[in-house]
């Protein structure tokens, strides 16, 4: 079972000039653990079922670029790009310099945003759920066509190309890893079914996440798509793994027999502390799994 790290908050501690070095020093303890995977959000606003809007937030690709400098081994991933924060050409060559200058660690982590409050706020076009989705499949088409050696145009219903010009390429071969995220059976099961390399959900029970899993299968089937050629991931969001780490063990043991690969921890408090808690008392456990 592989180990993922999610940094979903600044707010501590509570001192601005003190995001950078925290940030670092949890992103460090993290790889020395083994931690196969850094990621951030992609929110300029603090969700409010976590917090408040107001509270700290960081725009996510200039953080994994930072974190790109401070590590060496990590996976680096939005979880998960918002596709209507980014035109998908410009998002393609983003995704593309973090993998250049991290030496081949990116991961397009996305899927279709929701946060209407902090669109709305920011100027970010609001649309239809229907109309999100279609954006969504042609980002990653348009994004597949920039990390190919068909350097064309696309013609799409909201997006057109004059040229799928990426230069360099991914230092990652073929291509950066595009992971899907949500647990959505009609829509986003059926778009991991169609591009993606891994998909990510919320660990809420086996029973979901085996639901969930049996949804994609089926459109695996349907597509003519290997199924075990996805990498399943999945947000642990059970009690704090620090409050019984034997029931985290327990649930990780659930998950691996479901096809889980990896988990994703969201750091309680002040995240250099919980990570090195958690790298302590649960990352060899788990590692083990």
């Not at 989705?133 to 066509?145: A, H, N, P």
């Amino acid at each position: 079972m592989e180990l993922g790290l999610h940094y979903w908050t600044y707010s501590t501690p509570a001192e601005p000039e003190r995001i950078a070095s925290t940030l670092t020093q949890t992103a460090r303890i993290a790889e020395q653990a083994g931690f196969a995977e850094f990621t951030a959000m992609d929110h300029y606003f603090q969700m409010e079922h976590r917090g408040t809007a107001d509270e700290p937030m960081l725009e996510g690709y200039t953080t994994l670029g930072y974190v790109a400098a401070v590590t060496e081994r990590m996976r680096l991933s939005l979880l998960v790009t918002g596709v209507m924060y980014r035109y998908p050409g410009l998002l393609a060559k983003i995704v593309t310099t973090l993998d250049v200058l991290s030496g081949g660690r990116a991961q397009l982590g996305i899927g279709a945003s929701w946060y209407e409050r902090e669109q709305r706020a920011l100027g970010v076009p609001v649309v239809s759920m229907s109309e999100r989705f279609e954006r969504l499949e042609e980002t990653l088409q348009i994004c597949l066509q920039m990390w190919s050696p068909d350097n064309g145009p696309y013609k799409g219903t909201h997006y057109q190309l004059a040229e799928t010009l990426c230069v360099p390429a991914p230092l990652r071969k073929p291509r950066p890893p595009i992971l899907i995220g949500g647990g959505g059976e009609k829509k986003t099961l059926l778009l991991v079914a169609r591009y993606a390399d891994a998909c990510n959900l919320f660990a809420s029970s086996p029973e979901d996440v085996s639901r969930k899993l049996d949804v994609l299968r089926a459109h695996c089937d349907a597509e003519g798509r290997d199924y075990d050629a996805i990498r399943k991931t999945a947000v642990y969001i059970g009690e704090s793994p620090l409050d019984n780490p034997d029931q985290v063990v327990r649930d990780a043991e659930n998950y691996r027999d479901l096809g889980i690969t990896l988990l994703n921890f969201m750091p309680d408090g002040d995240p250099a502390a919980y990570t090195e808690q958690l790298a302590e008392r649960l990352a060899p456990r788990l590692a083990s799994i």
